[in-house]
């Protein structure tokens, strides 16, 4: 950190820290649990799975955790942009999207396909089971609408890069949002997780352009 930042750019830069660290950290995570949790498997079984069984906990937190993270990325973000397009619903849709992170941890998804193992699909679906799709679904659909927010915003800026990534990442994040819902399985499964951590990669990009450029 730049000794010459003004306090306020400090404070900045620290809640921008971790917008950087968010994804890198929900991914190592789940994929660790993914590829060693016994009757998991990753071709077939949503992450939001893993919250389930007695290591279930990890998940859980990995949740919360992340969201939390995610919302206090989406406070610097708000501090490091000036006033202009996308500079209050471009971060408000981020810590809804945070928000809906931690409700994913809070509300837990219902065993399905045989997972945990021995697990039998359950006939309908519970209460805490619904809340976690359901908040999961306004998160998602803020998350995209925050791409395309501050994709015209980096494009106002001259940040072209930044605004085709962030376009792009709307789009895949809609497929692969769209494709789980479905109920399909399979490779619309490894999509959707494909989608979720090219969020996050956006995620960690947008906080190292705004961490750089803080003063």
């Known amino acids: 950190m730049n000794p010459n930042c003004t306090p306020a750019a400090r ?19 789940a994929l660790a649990q993914a590829l060693t949790r016994e009757g998991f498997d990753p071709i077939r079984h949503a992450w939001s799975l893993l919250a389930n069984g007695d290591f279930g906990w990890i998940q859980i937190t990995n949740f919360i955790v992340t969201g939390l993270m995610t919302v206090v990325a989406a406070v610097g973000l708000r501090r490091a942009l000036t006033p202009g397009r996308g500079s209050t619903w471009g ?8 928000l809906s992170l931690v409700g994913a941890g809070i509300f837990r998804a219902d065993p399905a396909q045989g997972f945990p193992a021995g697990a039998p699909q359950p006939s309908t679906i519970s209460w805490h089971g619904m809340l976690h799709f359901m908040v ?5 659909l803020c998350l995209i609408v925050a791409c395309f927010v501050l994709a015209s915003r ?25 494709g789980i819902a479905s109920g399909s399985h399979g490779p619309t499964t490894l999509a959707f997780v494909a989608a979720v951590l090219t969020v996050f990669a956006w995620l960690t990009t947008v906080s190292v352009h705004f961490y750089r450029t803080a003063a």
């Open 11 to 29: 404070i900045t830069k620290s809640l921008l820290g971790y917008g950087v660290i968010a994804g890198p950290i929900y991914g190592v995570v």
């Open 91 to 98: 971060p408000l849709l981020i810590v809804a999207y945070g």
């Open 136 to 140: 999961g679904g306004v998160g998602f």
């Open 154 to 178: 980096f494009t106002r800026d001259g940040q072209r890069r930044l605004a085709w990534f962030s376009r792009i990442t709307g789009v895949v994040f809609l497929a692969g949002f769209a």
